[in-house]
């Protein structure tokens, strides 16, 4: 995993022009309609300083139904003024992601409560040492390019919770690291340890390794007050976020596909109206999480392919509007690393990324329909993305590629390709070559004992949690850190350079 | 799996159109390239009726070498003779398959040599029954369009194997069945059975319930002669055939993807030219099956995403000639059914299917890089298929699915679209619901055993081998093809009408 000097056959950031589950009328009757429901229904914005600024752009407010109807031509402006590219940092600037047309990056996501330990396989409460260590297997795995915290650290008071989940995200990998705040407060600290990892407020300002998702509305079409502010402070401070709405298909939002397009879209619409009104060109992500409610029992369902095919859409939707995309796949319901979690998360990434979606969480590590996380399936989940992210590049032709005089010299030759020029040059640069996938046949697969790939990706974490290092933050800003902030996280589960 | 008078969510033959892992000008390239080369360094064919008629027709033959070079207005013509539809019916015509344009039929493939046992789960040679078993779990799983038989009956000699593969597989469902027939008598008795149980040799011919697939190229660009003989005897008859060639990538053709494109292009427009000469709008079906030759180890590899890959291209290749296309998807290299089988599955089959690919063999059953079926993996591949027919539908936008007037009502009601009519409604119609994968919450799913997905669908698969009844043949047909050939397949395991 963390060997090669050699360059990436899969590098993140490759844009995916292949996949489109809407035809261009469908994409402009979603958008238009979309335009209709702001226009029309609207969404509810209780009295606030939201209100306020919704109202004093020209928004109408029906104060008797606390609904404030977005006219057209306020969309029209929100689009306009939208920034066209978010660039996310990490630590290393190799892990910086530009986030804008059809590029396409993989990562974490999620608010799992549970973890299946590495060890029993029994299924236990997340906590913070949880938050630091799958940290630092996402920094070891090449194919998972953001850290977007993946748990609850269940051992956090709420006070500590969002401060000390920004540390042990942010000393246990070199990637870009995106936290949710509960309170303004909470992304305050967050802010304020990411500023000194950084080195000032204004390095940080400058090269953002930490950013936010923000779930500000409640579908369909409310705005959460409390998380309104700390959304709207979050924007204040100019450090990027991801406005995340997740409509239900048959429960918060229509059951039909397009409809909940329709009314996710409007959401994500009038927050990049808000957002701009408060910062005209702010660092905001579109926050595309439209998911299925299974209508047989209402549980939440994010392995269907309906859910697949939302995804991929809502790639469309923010590249008609030319702004960076945050969406999802790799959501089992499966309790266990099994064969349902292997298909639907094939499935749902493949659709997500060939579609040419910018940034797609929750791609790593989830199952039981997000409640659960498994050290194995980050490294499974690893081998996944690496074979979705080589479709995503595609099929390279070119003279040398079409290979003719290749063809000709074998089939006038030796007759086989396995020693040609071209087949050595191209065996480190064509393929991904899975880590722990196996490929072998039966005899030699079951000479090393019979295992299933759960199995080995166990071992995989295992030897990554015992030997990785991720690139350490100095021992003084750590001190001053825990000096500032009451970080319960032990020291020795975050890398602090050796004084 | 065997109930429903209710309309299917997911019917087979819906067209898709999402797909393009090829450029416009990449897939001309590819094209033009495939003509330079049929015309510069041909195909090897040895001295035979096949050579002659090549000849006859135009071609150039280099006799010292055994090649004949195929002139670009030669393979133009054979284009354009090329059936553009291509029929394949099962005995109940529910089942039959309009191969053309971007209709997608997903079924078996394969000539696996090893099964798991569906009690020890151990590994054993394939034997007639398990053609006879495969093909009724064929019959009752919805998603698996056609039965190309999937294993080799060990218990056969060769003079009985053809012969007594094509009865077991006709009389076990009524879906469409192809066989492979290693000699041309092997290929006339095959014929001769199925006209049986079509009524007659004219009503065969009228609603042909079998065809073939025959590997007549070696790759790199070389026929079989024996195997070309069979090819030419099943035109003559005009029983439906695909021309199979399967290149890998690396070993039997370039390393590189585009490469192997155009030789697999090439060899199959040769076969299309052929036997189009051997009989004018023959009904035959390109058969694309480029693979990918692991270049660390030489071993076949079937999970790949550069396989994946080849094969949608194939599909857009055999939409730009217009003819149908025959190939492959959910090879998976694991050697059981875990969650590498779930993700090689799931990533294969969607981006075949996502392309429009007309037949998909191979898309259930198989494991170990195509050496070895499992009874319970051909359920789990009927709901992996499932969930990619449902993306293949795509996302219905109407005035009614863009649900404005839902939305509004709900929010300006009772904020909850659980009850409202058009989710009730689309309940039936708008999502696939897998019938092996699970969704619930972990605790219910405990309390009837933590089971995974490959045990519950062991269960299923023992279910319908205990109770699924395929549409019986005439009992009377059966002893006449009983008395014409030596069927060593127990009457018992075939489904034969009561008299």
């Given at each position: 995993m963390a060997e090669a000097p050699r360059p990436s056959v899969v590098p993140p950031g490759m844009e995916a022009n292949w996949y489109k589950p809407l035809t261009e009328d469908g994409l402009h009757r979603i958008h238009e309609a979309s335009l209709t429901l702001l226009e029309r229904t609207g969404i509810q914005v209780l009295p606030s300083e939201c209100r306020d600024i919704f109202k004093a752009a020209g928004a109408r407010v029906d104060e008797s139904k606390d609904r404030v109807f977005i006219p057209r031509p306020m969309v029209e402006d929100g689009i306009a003024k939208a920034a066209k590219e978010v660039v996310l940092c990490g630590r290393d600037s190799r892990h910086d992601l530009h986030l804008t047309g059809r590029k396409v990056y993989m990562g974490t996501g999620g608010a799992a409560v549970n973890v299946l330990d590495l060890e029993s396989g029994a299924v236990r409460q997340t906590v913070l040492a949880d938050v630091a260590r799958i940290g630092r297997l996402v920094d070891a795995l090449?194919?998972?390019?953001?850290?977007?915290?993946?748990?609850?650290?269940?051992?956090?008071?709420n006070e500590l919770l969002d401060v000390n989940t920004a540390y042990a995200a942010l000393t246990n990998t070199s990637k870009h690291v995106m936290v949710n705040a509960f309170t303004s407060k909470g992304a305050f600290e967050c802010i304020d340890v990411a500023a000194m990892i950084a080195g000032s407020r204004e390095a940080l300002d400058a090269r953002p390794i930490i950013s936010f998702t923000s779930c500000w509305v409640v579908s369909p079409l409310r705005y959460a007050p409390e998380t309104v502010e700390t959304l709207t402070e979050i924007v204040r401070q100019n450090i990027p976020v991801a406005i995340s709405s997740a409509p239900q298909a048959g429960a918060t939002s229509p059951a039909s596909l397009a409809g909940t397009l329709v009314q996710v879209n409007a959401e994500q619409l009038s927050g990049i109206v808000y957002t701009n009104l408060v910062r005209p060109a702010a660092r905001v992500i579109m926050g595309f999480v439209p998911s299925v409610a299974d209508?047989?029992?209402?549980n939440f369902t994010g392995g269907a392919a309906e859910f697949a095919m939302m995804h991929a859409a809502s790639a469309q939707l923010g590249q008609f509007y030319g702004i960076p995309v945050y969406n999802s796949s790799a959501i089992s319901d499966s309790k266990l690393p099994d064969i349902q979690a292997g298909y639907e998360k094939g499935i749902t990434s493949l659709a997500a990324a060939l579609a040419g979606s910018n940034y797609i969480h929750h791609s790593a590590g989830l199952l039981e329909s997000m409640l659960t996380v498994a050290y194995e399936q980050y490294v499974i989940d690893d081998d996944i993305n690496g074979s979705v992210m080589r479709a995503v590049r595609g099929i390279e032709v070119t003279d040398e590629t079409l290979a003719l005089d290749v063809i000709d010299q074998v089939c006038n030759g030796e007759?086989?390709?396995?020693?040609t020029e071209q087949s050595l040059a191209l065996m480190n640069t064509e393929y991904y070559y899975p880590h722990t996938a196996d490929r072998r046949r039966r005899g030699d697969w079951e000479e090393t004992g019979s295992r299933d790939m759960r199995e080995v990706a166990r071992d995989t974490a295992r030897e990554i949690l015992a030997i990785h290092k991720p690139i350490p933050i100095p021992a003084a800003v750590d001190s001053a850190i825990r000096q500032r902030y009451n970080i319960i996280l032990p020291p020795e589960l975050a890398a602090i350079e050796d004084q």
């Open positions: 090449d194919n998972i390019h953001f850290y977007l915290r993946a748990c609850v650290a269940h051992d956090c008071s209508l047989r029992t209402g007759g086989h390709f396995l020693g």
